[in-house]
């Protein structure tokens, strides 16, 4: 297989509407990767613009230097996940007086949980990435993190 037959861009699927736990794992990053998110202020904006964009639920998440993992789960109404996307980054980028597309990366990456183990897997593997990025010597020790809306795990076990 050649470079050029390589998917150049994430391919973003709906969410499974007969699975009853759609789960979403997103990766976010800034553009070109910009060390521009661990602060107080891009934190507090993230906080009110995931409560504010009310239609997705975030669950777990952790803010790092330049991309945010976090969990996120439907809650009301029929927006996409794109749509939800666009929103909370724009009215991120907005509080915190940046200029539009500059802050983050045009892509995320998502997938959606299948078991719930993964939800817990996932989540461990995310709460120990400043630690392996020598950023603290405990993943507790790390401030851009936590968990707006507890995201229950429904369906086969």
């Not at 990767?33 to 239609?55: G, I, S």
């Not at 990025?133 to 429904?154: C, H, K, M, P, Y």
């Amino acid at each position: 297989m050649n470079a050029s037959s390589y998917r150049k861009r994430p391919a973003h699927w709906p969410p499974d509407p007969n699975h009853p736990s759609p789960l979403i794992f997103i990766t976010c990053c800034t553009k070109d990767r910009r060390r521009r998110l661990h602060r107080d202020a891009v934190h507090d904006a993230l906080c009110k613009a995931w409560q504010t964009a009310d239609t997705w639920l975030v669950g777990r998440y952790m803010v790092m230097p330049d991309h945010i993992h976090l969990f996120c789960a439907p809650n009301v109404g029929d927006i996409s996940l794109g749509k939800w996307m666009a929103f909370w980054r724009s009215m991120t980028t907005r509080s915190l007086g940046e200029i539009s597309g500059e802050l983050w990366q045009r892509e995320y990456w998502d997938r959606q949980l299948r078991r719930e183990d993964s939800y817990a897997d996932k989540w461990e593997y995310v709460r120990n990435n400043p630690v392996r990025a020598g950023l603290v010597a405990t993943s507790d020790d790390w401030l851009f993190q936590g968990e707006l809306n507890r995201l229950e795990w429904i369906g086969d076990s």
